[in-house]
């Protein structure tokens, strides 16, 4: 099994910057796809950045020029660069990795959510 823990959430002003980090934990294990999501109360978790294991990435069209999503392999870790930060960013952010193991286990993980609050 693979945890993951998220950091880096926390209050912004409008066009301010966060650095959201997901540390992926687990023995023997590889990590391929790493992405992020997010949600607002009363609405679906959304996909807002996503990265392989080679690094292509893709982002939701309202973020991309703002969003940065990158990942060390050695430290199985993903971070989502977060510029320009605007009112409709403010969202719990959800860190999720798909992993594999030597014995040929695989499966998705998910972390428990980091609070992002855009306010004036």
């Known amino acids: 099994q693979v945890q993951l823990a998220e950091s880096g959430g926390g209050l912004v002003q409008p066009g301010g910057s966060l650095r959201l980090s997901c540390v992926a934990s687990g023995s023997r294990v590889t990590i391929n796809t790493m992405e992020w999501y997010r949600q607002t109360p009363g609405s679906q978790r959304q996909l807002v950045a996503t990265?392989?294991?080679?690094?292509?990435?893709n982002y939701l069209d309202s973020v991309k020029g703002r969003f940065t999503i990158t990942r060390d392999n050695a430290k199985n870790t993903a971070y989502l660069q977060m510029n320009n930060l605007k009112l409709e960013d403010t969202a719990v952010y959800y860190c999720?990795?798909?992993?594999?193991?030597?014995?040929?286990?695989?499966?998705?993980?998910w972390g428990q959510g980091t609070q992002v609050a855009v306010s004036s």
């Open positions: 990265i392989s294991r080679y690094g292509i990435t």
């Open positions: 999720a990795a798909d992993w594999m193991t030597g014995v040929h286990e695989a499966g998705r993980s």
